[in-house]
């Protein structure tokens, strides 16, 4: 293959100019369509279009601004700025096509389109998405077997060593195991991740934790899903959501009880909030839970049913979201969040009877992946809770809707880095696939189709990461601000995980369908990625597009 000129960062942002002033009159027309949001339900398709683009414009924006930071610190190479480009060349390509489709629904017209995107700029879009750039990004990613050498500052390369060492040496030996026989997470997985700190990442250091931020999270969660998302993955992001409502509403008594618990992984948590009949719908449930009085402690009485409890057999408490107003019309002013003690279950099933009658029950749903925390749905019947554990106490009486809501904005940030740490095994697991896999007399990765479509998958995984890492940033300065972006980088990076694992499956041939190689159990993994945590389209109408077309 004949070395190439590539597109540059500088054309890089030429092509963001372009995109983000086809986006601003996108949004403007979205904004008179939709009165400033305000119907979006009468224009739903014309608010995820506008929504995604936005997203796909962030996301540009920050590979770009990532790349420039770190060639100004002097540590970029010419793979990482390549790659940036790449990035930005896909998203800016993915929002154009966005756009141009909705034009005539917006009524922009081609002339806004055209204006934006004149012949020079195509040329240049094309170039930053062409055969040459991609190959030559395959053919590193190939050299280098996939790996992740992302540059950070040192603490939070020591933070990204660390796991990534933990999780090649107790995660990944157990991985298949775990997915093929639908079994638990090994307690020995909890007891090691809780002595290296991994619950108490965003645990104030004063209640026990290590409080490192949300990027040293980030980094934690998309290492330990690179091993596993379901058996390691996904373990510190329950206990990580309750942390936040109570670090947002929870009386200092609760904190000072259960942060330390929370941090040290003495107590796993299970989240429980929608419902059979509700879905995404969480100011919907219906749920009870009613005051009463058992051998003389004032409390409340849990009546009803949760559906899509992970973790819930082994979890020690659950975050119940609850209806205390039986008033429906109050809708999430009714809902309060509660902290729910329980025995801790190995099974699939199990059940909890009280001293007083009271009984919890749960089932785990069969799902074709994200096995090893299992999926619960559960039945309360008169189970009895002390008003002690009610969240935020008596002040925390009808907040729970508002609590739940802070709490998933961190669990859609976490989702976001375990959708780049599936995103990057497949990567890994692909490149080594292609390099000890012969046909024709050569191993495919010689193929041009096999260095291009690997260097797509790169510049796709690029752009996620660069997302995400910004939301974590965000997050770290005004978690409320930040939320929406969080819901973006959940939204673009759990769409690439699902790509580019499906794309690792194909490269795979034959033996992409066989459990014997791990990218099978990737792809039904990063299936889930995209519905948990906020389901796709309601990510994108009801959190994305309202705060952009109402901003």
Request: overall charge negative.
């Amino acid at each position: 293959m004949a070395t190439a000129t590539h597109p540059t960062l500088d054309d890089a942002q030429t092509l963001l100019a372009a995109a983000t002033g086809l986006l601003e009159r996108a949004i403007e027309a979205g904004k008179r369509l939709t009165d400033n949001g305000k119907q979006i339900d009468d224009h739903q398709v014309a608010t995820e279009r506008i929504a995604y683009a936005a997203t796909e414009a962030v996301a540009a924006h920050e590979a770009l601004v990532s790349a420039e930071s770190i060639r100004a610190e002097g540590r970029s190479t010419p793979a990482l700025e390549m790659t940036a480009v790449g990035a930005v060349g896909q998203l800016v390509s993915g929002l154009l096509g966005r756009l141009s489709e909705s034009a005539e629904e917006l009524g922009i017209g081609d002339a806004a389109v055209e204006a934006s995107f004149p012949a020079e700029i195509r040329t240049l879009l094309r170039r930053a998405n062409g055969e040459a750039l991609c190959r030559e990004i395959g053919s590193l990613i190939i050299a280098t077997r996939g790996l992740n050498d992302y540059p950070l500052d040192e603490m939070h390369e020591q933070v990204r060593e660390q796991v990534r060492d933990f999780a090649a040496n107790e995660i990944m030996p157990h991985a298949e195991h775990i997915h093929r026989g639908d079994e638990l997470v090994p307690e020995e997985f909890i007891t090691n991740m809780a002595e290296l700190g991994f619950f108490g990442l965003s645990v104030p250091e004063e209640y026990g934790g290590v409080e490192m931020g949300n990027l040293a999270m980030i980094l934690t969660t998309e290492e330990l899903s690179r091993a596993s998302l379901a058996a390691a993955g996904s373990l510190i992001t329950r206990p990580e959501i309750l942390t936040k409502a109570l670090m947002g509403g929870g009386t200092e008594e609760q904190k000072s009880h259960w942060l330390p618990k929370l941090a040290s992984g003495e107590t796993m948590v299970g989240i429980s909030v929608t419902e059979p009949d509700i879905g995404s719908n969480v100011a919907g449930a219906k749920c009870r839970a009613d005051r009463a009085t058992v051998d003389g402690v004032e409390g409340w009485k849990i009546n009803g049913p949760k559906a899509w409890c992970t973790f819930a057999g082994r979890a020690d408490v659950l975050a119940l979201l609850a209806r205390t107003d039986p008033d429906l019309s109050k809708g999430a002013k009714g809902l309060s969040l509660f902290i729910v003690p329980k025995e801790s279950f190995s099974g699939h099933d199990f059940e909890c009877v009280q001293p007083g009658g009271g009984k919890l029950s749960g089932k785990a749903d069969a799902t074709p992946g994200y096995r090893g925390m299992h999926s619960f749905t559960l039945q309360f019947e008169d189970y009895f809770v002390p008003a002690e554990n009610l969240v935020g106490g008596e002040a925390g009486e009808g907040r729970g809707f508002q609590l739940q809501m802070a709490g998933f904005a961190a669990g859609r940030l976490q989702t976001g880095g375990r959708a780049c740490g599936l995103g990057q095994a497949a990567v890994e697991e692909t490149a080594k696939y292609v390099v000890d896999r012969d046909q024709f007399g050569q191993p495919i990765s010689e193929f041009q189709l096999t260095q291009f479509t690997l260097g797509r998958m790169q510049m796709k995984l690029a752009g996620a990461r660069a997302i995400t890492y910004a939301a974590a940033r965000a997050f770290d300065e005004d978690e409320r601000a930040a939320a929406p972006l969080a819901a973006q980088a959940k939204l673009l990076a759990c769409d690439v995980a699902v790509e580019i694992t499906q794309q690792g499956q194909l490269m795979h041939g034959g033996w992409g369908y066989a459990e014997e190689y791990p990218i099978s159990r990737y792809v039904v993994d990063a299936t889930v990625l995209p519905i948990f945590e906020g389901v796709k389209p309601i990510l994108e109408l009801k959190v994305i597009g309202r705060a952009v077309l109402a901003g």
